[in-house]
């Protein structure tokens, strides 16, 4: 972070300031389902109108193929005017005639450019759609951690043409998980859950070494059960990833992980299904496995409130669902009631938590699942080195 300009390394007064934001939020009817990514953004913006900036703000929304008028980001500036309590004009374009105009008319109402994936070049870092948005400004804030692993034409794009900075947001996100890659208070502590360990692999064998447990539930934790010779029954299973898996079991660091005991079997996928408790080394030849079992919740648990730093991502099982919630909200109550540092991270996990109304007895909720992830694999993400790379910075 040292290396990085923060927002108060610039000489906002008088500046246009392009902000990429991560307003991508749930839509319902046209109106916002969830604006916990609209709220996390305020600080960079309210920081940026005090010190005199005008402040012009990108986002992508959902993942559209052209036009859809189904997401276009005006609800989603009318719910940032309702929450920053100051005025927001939604351009009808990403970097056209209107966002153009409404930027040259001035005031002082944030601008709210139209869903920078209705621009074909936005994903693939087209020169002309990075110029285009980086001529509508003076200055680049990024701030979008949950898009900062891609290397759009709104994030890499821009940054490579502006002097640039990360908000504050971005710098929170970048202290925590520093804070848990550098050198953790011990024990560390990690949970992963979810549906593939395809997906979380690399991170596993990123912490592996730095961890003193890792624990594993969620449907990724079948292939490690299937690679340890378990039957799994009907269970998710990526057969593809078992050698893989097998190798970092058995590596100089696999006895740190912990496997479920129990497991709640239901009959098939679905919220009613009956279900019953199985042990790990005994489950049926039928049926699917969609939580961890209440010995597995009770032990995870014990080992998450002997902690002085916890990461967390993804739920125990399929935690939407009341009768296979009680591993994910076991857990969940583990952390929060923690006085260790904890950072939790992915849709999922922040999801549960919010749900749980625990949310705000994590000391880090992270905007991103697939960017935290990243990060602990890679050590960087494409977006913040732009960041540093950036003009004057």
């Not at 036009?67 to 100051?86: C, K, N, T, W, Y």
């Not at 299973?237 to 190798?247: A, F, I, P, S, W």
């Amino acid at each position: 972070m040292t290396d990085l300009r923060t927002i108060a390394d610039l000489d906002l007064a008088g500046a246009t300031v392009l902000v990429r934001a991560d307003l991508n939020v749930p839509l319902q009817g046209g109106l916002v389902v969830d604006d916990y990514r609209i709220g996390a953004s305020l600080s960079t913006i309210h920081a940026l109108r005090r010190g005199g900036a005008s402040v012009v703000v990108c986002s992508h929304l959902g993942r559209p193929h052209g036009h859809d008028a189904a997401l276009s980001m005006s609800p989603v500036g009318a719910r940032l005017q309702e929450l920053g309590d100051f005025d927001v004009v939604t351009a009808s374009d990403v970097a056209g005639v209107d966002s153009r105009r409404l930027v040259e008319e001035g005031g002082d109402r944030v601008i709210v450019l139209e869903n920078t994936r209705f621009e074909p070049g936005e994903t693939s870092n087209s020169p002309d759609t990075a110029r285009a948005l980086a001529e509508l400004a003076d200055l680049f804030v990024l701030d979008a951690f949950g898009s900062a692993h891609r290397a759009h034409a709104s994030t890499v794009g821009v940054a490579e043409r502006l002097p640039s900075a990360v908000g504050l947001l971005m710098a929170d996100e970048l202290a925590a998980f520093g804070r848990v890659l550098g050198d953790p208070a011990r024990p560390f502590v990690v949970l992963l859950g979810g549906a593939k360990v395809s997906d979380k692999l690399g991170v596993i064998r990123a912490l592996l070494p730095k961890v003193d447990v890792m624990m594993i539930g969620g449907a990724m934790c079948f292939t490690l059960l299937a690679a340890e010779g378990f039957q799994v029954g009907d269970s998710l299973v990526e057969v593809d990833m078992v050698d893989d898996v097998r190798d970092v079991l058995q590596s100089e660091y696999g006895s740190r992980i912990s496997l479920p005991v129990d497991i709640v079997v239901a009959d098939h996928f679905a919220s009613d299904a009956p279900h019953a408790i199985h042990p790990a080394a005994d489950l049926p030849s039928s049926g699917m496995g969609l939580d961890i079992g209440p010995e597995t919740a009770e032990r995870f648990g014990a080992m998450l409130s002997g902690a002085d730093t916890i990461f967390w991502n993804g739920p125990m099982g399929v935690s939407e669902w009341e009768a296979f919630a009680h591993g994910t909200r076991t857990v969940a109550a583990a952390v929060t009631a923690s006085s260790a540092y904890s950072v939790a991270g992915g849709g999922d996990s922040v999801a549960a938590l919010r749900r749980m109304g625990l949310h705000e007895r994590v000391d880090h909720l992270s905007t991103g699942g697939g960017a935290g992830l990243e990060l602990i694999e890679d050590g960087t993400l494409v977006a913040v080195e732009a960041v540093r790379r950036s003009r004057g910075a």
